[in-house]
């Protein structure tokens, strides 16, 4: 298996513009996990499905961020519009089942100029 | 709901010498406690887990101690070595039902010295 995807893996972008972050999750994993990591704030999870179905969504910092998870094979997060304070590395993580082991991917650094 | 601290924050020991890392959790509910390892510009993995049924784990130079009673638990790194060097994260299990996520440390950044 290739692990979880994620695209792109570099992102930068001007402040006002629409920025979509993609993630394909491990075949199989029934879990998905949004999480913004800044040297600030650390890792912070921002929504999380289970069975494609939005869990918790309290992280989410804000109404211009937004994340679907249309089928069990891919999720997207978009800012719009997106901010300066926005930039961090974005991370998709999945689990096979609940409260276990998170598999994550290789992040996309976003840079809002 | 669930709250991690995870202490010190920075961690500098000389090679060949132990590191522990030491992290508390509010919720008695909570029944699983991963350590995560993150290299500078890589992804979080996971290198050894516990869950409550279980007093200690250990994998080779790794290991992991619970105390479900003071709600805490310990990641120890005997023979350290300079690919050591990482951020670690230590995590708890949500509670309740349907909750699958994991409550996060704020991270220790382990310095090994040669």
């Known amino acids: 298996d290739a692990g979880v995807i994620q695209s792109p893996r570099h992102e930068v972008t001007e402040m006002g513009q629409e920025v979509t972050l993609r993630c394909k999750p491990i075949?199989?994993?029934?879990?998905l996990f949004w999480y913004r990591q800044t040297m600030m704030r650390g890792l912070e999870l921002l929504i999380y499905f289970n069975n494609n179905v939005p869990i918790d969504d309290s992280g989410m910092p804000e109404d211009r961020f937004s994340a679907k998870m249309p089928n069990a094979s891919f999720s997207t997060l978009k800012i719009q519009p997106s901010e300066p304070r926005d930039s961090a590395v974005y991370f998709c993580?999945?689990?096979?089942?609940?409260?276990?082991?998170?598999?994550f991917g290789p992040g996309t650094r976003l840079t809002v100029t | 709901g669930e709250n991690v601290e995870q202490h010190p924050s920075t961690l500098s020991v000389q090679e060949g010498d132990s590191a522990v890392i030491k992290c508390t959790y509010s919720?008695?509910?909570?029944?699983?406690f991963p350590w995560y390892k993150q290299e500078l510009g890589k992804r979080p993995q996971l290198i050894i887990d516990?869950?409550?049924n279980v007093g200690e784990k250990k994998d080779q130079r790794i290991a992991v101690t619970l105390n479900k009673t003071a709600k805490h638990f310990s990641l120890h790194i005997t023979e350290t070595q300079p690919e050591d060097s990482a951020v670690y994260f230590c995590a708890a299990s949500g509670s309740g039902t349907g909750n699958y996520q994991l409550i996060w440390g704020a991270g220790t950044k382990l310095i090994i010295k040669p």
């Open positions: 993580a999945s689990s096979l089942a609940g409260a276990d082991e998170q598999y």
């Open positions: 919720d008695s509910a909570s029944n699983y």
């Open positions: 075949s199989g994993h029934n879990s």
């Open positions: 516990i869950r409550s």
